[in-house]
């Protein structure tokens, strides 16, 4: 079965400082990841995601994360933290493994992200 | 689009009643998911349907809640009796494919 850990459940950063959010997956097959962000008294936004292809993924609001299948990671990363990019975001992983057309996401249980002036 | 719907947005509610959550998935969307998010417990799986048909309630807690999708644009999710531990946001996501699109969560307070 497919899991996500990621590593922190609080992670604080001044503005302009490098923001570096860790996922760790494991998972049976090739998969398919995620990382949903989620700002307060809101659903959960997708920031990007990575199927195939370019192992780095760029998404919104400038952060991007690196698929390395040898680390079995997908770290997201933006240079310099704005004030606007606290909230609490989440890594998921695709449930290839179901088969079929059942497209099931595991999430991790997510990283406050605290950015201070 | 106007992205998943959710209602009500907030419900209050006393112990012992029925509580009925709507959602309305993105119009193409094959698949709906409902999950439960609390401080406590993080975002869970509650139950998800593929073409309507229920795939996978083993994330429902117990039979109180129950999960219904009578066509392609309407799900709902009922909890009867309604206990205070049920205090949660609820939310509604649906997909074509892996990714998935949340609804902005109905607020559950049960007194």
């Known amino acids: 079965a497919q899991s996500v850990t990621q590593l922190g459940s609080h992670v604080s950063v001044s503005e302009g400082a490098l923001v570096l959010l860790r996922c760790n997956y494991s998972?049976?097959?090739?998969?398919?990841l995620f990382w949903y962000v989620q700002y307060p008294n809101q659903g959960l936004q997708l920031l990007l995601k990575?199927?195939?292809?370019?192992?780095l993924v760029k998404g919104i609001n400038g952060f991007e994360a690196e698929f390395k299948k040898s680390e079995t990671s997908f770290h997201l990363t933006k240079p310099s933290a704005h004030m606007s990019d606290a909230a609490e975001y989440f890594c998921?992983?695709?449930?290839?493994?179901?088969?079929?057309?059942?497209?099931?996401?595991?999430f991790g249980k997510g990283t406050l992200l605290t950015v201070n002036p | 689009d106007a992205g998943v719907i959710q209602s009500p947005r907030h419900e209050v509610t006393e112990m012992g009643q029925e509580v009925t959550l709507r959602c309305k998935p993105i119009?193409?969307?094959?698949?709906l998911f409902w999950y439960r998010q609390t401080m406590m417990r993080g975002l869970e799986l509650l139950i998800y349907?593929?073409?309507?048909?229920?795939?996978?309630d083993s994330g429902m807690p117990e039979d109180r809640f129950s999960a219904k999708m009578p066509n392609a644009s309407f799900s709902t999710l009922k909890i009867q009796p309604s206990e205070p531990r049920d205090s949660a946001v609820y939310f509604c996501?649906?997909?074509?494919?892996?990714?998935?699109?949340f609804g902005p969560g109905t607020r559950l307070t049960v007194t």
């Open positions: 996501a649906s997909s074509s494919y892996y990714e998935q699109y």
């Open positions: 998972s049976s097959v090739p998969p398919y």
């Open positions: 990575y199927t195939t292809g370019a192992t």
């Open positions: 998921a992983v695709s449930d290839q493994g179901s088969g079929g057309s059942n497209y099931k996401l595991t």
């Open positions: 119009s193409g969307h094959n698949s």
């Open positions: 349907f593929n073409n309507n048909v229920p795939i996978d």
